[in-house]
């Protein structure tokens, strides 16, 4: 993958971008639109992760957490195919962003780890990842830091060229395919920009034996039992699969944008719509069956079932920047947005089950997500020649509603105020950048609680009635407000070598699931119950980098440690407590999960090393790299589900409209687990790609890609998963995309 490493961004490149900057018409000079200052790659100096569009382009269609978790300090939460939730230094959830073009995506992602991230990876011009606490000023709590998915579809410079894109795909792993386009072009003044990709890929393959059952591990201590359950296991059960059921995704998304420049600056307007179908691969115990009295074996409540979700988001963006050019105001940066996101989980029976289900069964209705979300947002530049000055100013206004069989949250609304302030400035022996957010927060909704019936009222019911109980709501709402601020200084010890020192407090207030739940969520497997009671979290952080460039040869060392108070988590039940419910106390005898927080300490470390070759028709690049994390509470006991240790190696070639990169990471055992958590095994991903463009003629372009995922058809999990043992990660996959430009 072509991935340009650079060093640490100071707070200038990101304290207070709430909508991107310029645009990079040439890719020998990647401009970062996530900063402030439209920094280019060789000025940054932060943690910073650039991804080149061409790279996408060439590479497998996958999620947005799969296309990065390659990249050192970056990892993914994954539940299938079709969701791969990004990961940064093993904060996860709403401590990472995710944006398009600066603006925070506003989807359901954060209200279960089965929901996707809507992005559209078709055409992006890059995808830039902050990691660490600098990114604060795009969103609140962005403890962990953003990931930042850039495209031209308002253009921020005249289109001087007009260009035509096709391309194809095929991948074997799911018996995939797609095929996309893209068209811009100015005219008559006017900036047009068009996109369109689909995909349709079915159940994805997976190695031997992938797939576990923690109730064939308690019959193995058995003995013989264990034994004879092994022989049944080689007859046919769902360990033997030779593909995941309800791991397919299919997906259109539709891009149109329209802009206009001058010396006055420029405007446009942008309408998005994304739609996605996928299949949901595990849907708490109720997959599972189990033993009725007699001894015969119950399917479960969702057994032979086709569990998936669709999606549909559209949003409509005016983004635009006006020069004004006085004394003390040089610019205002502005941009609008709206978006409306759904999500609805649906339950479709086969034919066979529907045949044999009793007068009791009832089938289970569709579970709607919704988030309608407004923003407004402006940046003020008040640069000078010896100090460089901004003030941004935002608001949001978001309305989360869960309806229907499975809902586990009432209807929410969040309103947000931020104002942050940046300054850059350079001295004799350092350049300083320092930065601060405050955010005022409201939250509204409700809790639902049982409602407890008196004897006499219960024996007025009748027996259809017998398992109907009546909910309670309980009112909330709740102001919230917190600061955030971030200095770093940094200093060029020679033209070879930086030192970088950041240090940040940055607060995240707790998110709407984790206020107000208080139901079964079969995603997690869990009867989660929140706690409206809960602080907000602060993370206090310190980073240091050492990055050095000389002759080819490029090294980069970065320690971190953030002490994160008042930490919020999901604790478990024990099986000691989990034993003592009675029967149907809780919802199919899921596990029983609070909300809860203590202080929590994450430190760790990133390396990596290489070398670049010049050679006779192009260069050769040699590079390995590894990334620890170490996450544990202040009063003892590991964090559920971090990161293990990763060992990154690289082969890379380009010249001559050739490139190959070859990769392999070294994923060790998860032994640093949480009370009751199970140790995962490591892994080897070996993957490969090679890309070809081939000039046909005057303008006209065609590239063609081949792509090889997990080579070794390695039985891998992924430790930072809720369903790491029932949805193992894809076997091998061989592809080819070809894409033909004019």
Known sequence: MNKLTTRRLPLAASLLSLSCSAFAQEIEEIIITSSLIDASAEEISNPLHVIDGQSIAADASQSIGASLQGLVGVSSSDYGSAVGQPIIRGMSGSRVKVLNNGIVVRDVSGLGPDHINEVDLNNIQQIEVVRGPSSLLYSNGTIGGIVNVVDNTIARKDILESEFKLGLEAQSVNDGDSHDFS?????????????????????FEIPHGAVIHHEDEHEDHDGEEGEEHDDHDEEGHEDELDSLPNSDVASTSKRLGISKTGDWGYVGISYRDNENLYGIPFHGEGNEGHEDEDGHEDEGEHAGERIFSSTDASTFNLEGSYLVGNSWLKKVDYHFGDSDYSLTEQHAEEEEHEEHEDENHHEEGPTTFKNDAREYGAIFDLNSESLSQKIAINFVDEHISVTGEEAFLNPSESKEITLGYYLSKDFDVFHLDFGIRHDQITKKGSISHDKEHDEEHEEGHDEDHADEHEVELEDFARDINNTSYALTLSRDVNESLEISLGLSAVERAPSAVELLINAPHLATGRVEVGDSNLSSEKSNNIDLSFNYQNDGFFAALTFFQN???????????????????????????????????????????????????????????????????????????NIPRITPERDIYKVSYTGDGLKVALSLTDVADQTDTAEDETVTNGFEMLNLNVSKTVELSSGHSLTLSMFGKNLLDEVARNHSSFVKDEVPMAGRNLGIRASYSF
């Open 183 to 203: 068209y811009q072009n100015n005219l008559g003044g006017l900036n047009i920009s068009l996109a369109y990709k689909d995909s349709n890929f079915d159940d």
């Open 563 to 637: 002490d994160v108070d008042n930490y919020i988590y999901l604790l478990d039940e024990t099986e000691e407590e989990h034993g003592e419910h009675d029967e149907g106390e809780h919802h199919e005898g899921l596990i029983l999960a609070n909300y809860v927080q203590q202080d929590a300490e994450f430190d760790g470390y990133e390396i990596e090393i290489g070398k670049t070759f010049e050679l006779a028709r192009g260069d050769l690049t040699l590079s390995y790299a590894r990334d620890s994390i170490s996450a544990e509470f202040a009063a003892g006991g």
